[in-house]
């Protein structure tokens, strides 16, 4: 089928429905008398990169291109003035391009056969969204589901935390709506099973506990576990496991890894770690604190990166990874940037032979107002792309300070980098942009030109020159800060 780009949804819905009609129906001239007056009059849902496409969205603004795979889903509904259908059960997978893993399969099933027997949807006690376990029919925990419309600050939250959908939420860099998606997101860059991320998919889900509308989020298998990380000594995980979870963290720029979610699986003497709730990550700004890492404070973060270790981080894809969510899941571009940067930022500390405490340490905040080595750096290069595209000295912004620690001006390429009087405290306030008006309200963006949707102009900005800048900074960066820990282990030794 065949749709023009500035077509709605909607024009695609009724298109489906003439397509579909019974034969000689579909010369009514009235479109919406189509749907409406026939003998099957159907609630008709459109699926594409695991979210439901909305009528009054046009395909352009779903970015839909030849290929992708949309898929129709219909249901009988009752027209005014009859007696309303009841609510069904349902649990669909709403795919995406990839096959559907087998540990989902399974826990799917086991699911659909517990609410055959009456086990509903068991809403958690904790959290900030819905939360909801899923029970076999042995009223055994098999999976777990987390609504889209239930999430903190979107606008069905169970906790009283309800909000527009698409809100800032908890975390700076994430929308409500999002948590989600980014479940998935996880699951689906945990190549080869490295930091055991249990089993993920986007779901439709009806049922009579939560009303007449389907709910769309996401759904994980349940990994049965002993434990949570708080309840044990961080002493007693393994090097290998502690690092894993720690490389998963810092690439996806994970910025709620903290103690509770953490699951804890005791294998005779081996405790292993099971990474859960990772709504927070992916966000579209790098801006991530110390505390929140929970293993960063852990001792095995100081000790160094195994070959294994080193090959995995080494073989990372970054650009296919954002290729692979772009084709799975809807994720704005500015976090899949995100992505992009950090994955690069922990291969260059990898291949450097920094510990994976001194890559975090350059990668979060100390204080949550300074900016980080790596904000930093990123500012610098992004200032530096736009003096190469717009001439001058930039775009709309005033020139970065330096990274921390670095006494003297960075020379790249015959361009040097020269502190500002505002470098000298790197101040957050040095990379904000002038606040912009929206109606009697004052808006602060981020600092390195955040705005809701961006433009073309902005997303084109990050291309080879921009990440040859970056390639080059993040190199000094590491560069300087292993020359620092030379210098300190040789004052270490004279003073012994």
């Not at 419309?149 to 994430?174: C, T």
């Not at 990380?229 to 963290?249: K, Q």
């Not at 704005?332 to 500390?349: D, E, H, N, P, S």
Request: hydrophobic share 40%; with cysteine.
């Amino acid at each position: 089928m065949k749709v023009k780009p500035w077509q709605t949804i909607q024009d695609v819905k009724t298109t489906l429905d003439e397509e579909f009609a019974p034969k000689g129906f579909e010369l009514l001239i009235e479109h919406e008398k189509l749907v409406s007056d026939s003998p099957g009059k159907r609630d008709r849902r459109l699926f594409c990169r695991g979210q439901v496409l909305h009528d009054q969205k046009t395909v352009n603004d779903y970015d839909l291109c030849d290929g992708d795979v949309v898929y129709f889903r219909a249901k009988p509904i009752t027209s005014p003035g009859k007696e309303p259908l009841a609510v069904s059960t349902e649990l669909n997978i709403v795919l995406g391009a990839s096959s559907i893993p087998p540990e989902i399969e399974s826990a799917i099933e086991k699911t659909r056969q517990g609410l055959a027997a009456g086990m509903s949807p068991k809403l958690a006690e904790n959290g900030l969204g819905g939360t909801y376990f899923l029970r076999d029919k042995d009223d055994r925990t098999v999976g777990v589901f987390k609504p889209e419309d239930e999430e903190a600050y979107a606008p069905n939250n169970p906790r009283g935390l309800a909000g527009r959908m698409g809100s800032r939420g908890v975390r700076g860099g994430l929308l409500s709506g999002e948590a989600n998606v980014r479940e998935v997101a996880a699951y689906l860059l945990d190549h080869e099973k490295f930091a055991n991320v249990p089993a993920t998919v986007r779901v439709e889900f009806s049922h009579p506990s939560f009303g007449v509308a389907p709910k769309i989020g996401s759904f994980q298998e349940f990994k049965p576990h002993d434990d949570e990380a708080g309840d044990v000594s961080a002493s007693l995980f393994t090097v290998e496991g502690a690092h894993r979870i720690a490389i998963m963290d810092m690439r996806l720029l994970n910025t709620d890894r903290n103690e509770e979610n953490l699951l804890v699986k005791r294998c005779q003497k081996i405790f292993d770690l099971i990474p859960i709730d990772h709504g927070c990550s992916l966000p579209d700004s790098f801006e991530v604190n110390w505390h929140d890492w929970t293993w960063l404070s852990w001792k095995q973060m100081k000790v160094p990166l195994s070959a294994q270790d080193k090959e995995y981080i080494a073989r990372m894809d970054a650009d296919k990874d954002a290729d692979l969510l772009s084709e799975e899941l809807n994720i704005r571009w500015r976090c899949l940037l995100v992505l992009r940067v950090a994955t690069r930022f922990l291969q260059k500390g990898a291949a450097a032979d920094l510990t994976l405490y001194e890559i975090a340490s350059l990668m979060s905040r100390d204080q949550p107002d300074k900016p980080s080595a790596l904000e930093i750096v990123f500012a610098q290069a992004k200032t530096l792309a736009e003096k190469k595209r717009f001439g001058g000295t930039g775009k709309r912004r005033r020139s970065p300070p330096v990274s921390p620690n670095i006494a003297t001006p960075l020379k790249l390429g015959g361009t040097t980098l020269r502190r500002s009087a505002s470098a000298l405290s790197l101040d957050e306030e040095a990379f904000r942009l002038p606040p912009r008006r929206d109606g009697d309200r004052v808006v602060w963006d981020d600092f390195w030109g955040l705005d809701d949707l961006g433009s073309p102009s902005e997303k084109e900005l990050y291309d080879e020159v921009f990440f040859k800048y970056l390639d080059a900074l993040i190199t000094i960066l590491i560069s300087r800060n292993s020359t620092l820990k030379l210098k300190a282990l040789a004052l270490s030794k004279l003073r012994v």
